[in-house]
């Protein structure tokens, strides 16, 4: 059974960063597509940010691209999300996502997430 366990949320200023991070057990990156999600207060859950299991495909959000990238590190059996120019808008609680793939084709905002961490809160200041 995977499990994910995320860190790295807080507060911060419009304009500052937070480099949330996402460990992995009962399972290895490298076998997993990973992904980021979020969940603002009285809105859907929506994708960040993905990588497929063999780092090759990165999939960003147009709200997150270019100021957020997503990183795998097989050493630590992680993923990072690197967040920079924060704006209020996304404040939010930050979940990490695993797929097992089930064929070899990549759709990393629509792939079925087995997987889910307990989310971290993020929030943003103006």
């Known amino acids: 059974q995977v499990h994910l366990e995320e860190s790295g949320g807080g507060l911060a200023q419009t304009g500052g960063s937070l480099r949330l991070s996402c460990a992995v057990s009962?399972?290895?990156?490298?076998?997993?597509?990973m992904a980021w999600f979020r969940q603002a207060p009285g809105k859907e859950r929506e994708f960040v940010s993905g990588i497929s299991l063999t780092g090759n495909e990165i999939y960003y959000s147009d709200d997150v691209k270019c100021r957020f990238t997503i990183l795998k590190d097989h050493a630590t059996n992680s993923i990072y999300l690197r967040m920079n120019s924060l704006k209020p808008g996304d404040t939010a609680v930050y979940y990490c996502a695993a797929s097992e793939p089930r064929t070899s084709d990549v759709d990393l905002p629509r792939q079925t997430y087995e997987y889910w961490g307990q989310g971290t809160q993020v929030t943003v200041s103006s």
């Open positions: 009962g399972g290895t990156v490298s076998t997993l597509h």
